[in-house]
Nanobody, 127 residues
Framework: QVQLVESGGGSAQAGGSLRLSCASS???????MAWFRQAPGKEREGVAA???????GYADSVKGRFTVTKDNSNNTLYLQMNSLKPEDTAMYYC??????????????????????WGQGTQVTVSS
């Protein structure tokens, strides 16, 4: 079982930045991982994903503003969020696949691909 713990959420002004962290209880070097978010009254959506070989993918709504990175040495996934907008307000979750599993880029943001989820961290952006 993998435990994921997100942190770094909070409040920011539009145009500001936040960095989210997701600490894993298990090695992430050979796991595909992703960030999802869910705004009030909306379905959860994929935001950013990173594959084992280093390929990354982003939702169109965050391209050029958000960056996903992994630090394999301390088993932590990050999401750097710049140029924040009020529509980025949501609960942000990190997710991980089982060890060594493959993932096609077409399925980056398919929730059922991910077996392990964190409890979420709230991001609120005011205008």
């Amino acid at each position: 079982q993998v435990q994921l713990v997100e942190s770094g959420g909070g409040s920011a002004q539009a145009g500001g930045s936040l960095r989210l962290s997701c600490a894993s209880s298990s090695s992430i070097g050979n796991r595909n991982m992703a960030w999802f978010r869910q705004a009030p009254g909306k379905e959860r959506e994929g935001v950013a994903a990173t594959l084992i070989l280093g390929f990354t993918g982003y939702a169109d709504s965050v391209k050029g503003r958000f960056t996903v990175t992994k630090d394999n040495s301390n088993n932590t996934l990050y999401l750097q969020m710049n140029s924040l907008k009020p529509e980025d307000t949501a609960m942000y979750y990190c997710a991980a696949q089982p060890y060594g599993r493959s993932l096609s880029t077409r399925r980056f943001f398919v929730e059922s691909e991910y077996s392990f989820w964190g409890q979420g961290t709230q991001v609120t952006v005011s205008s």
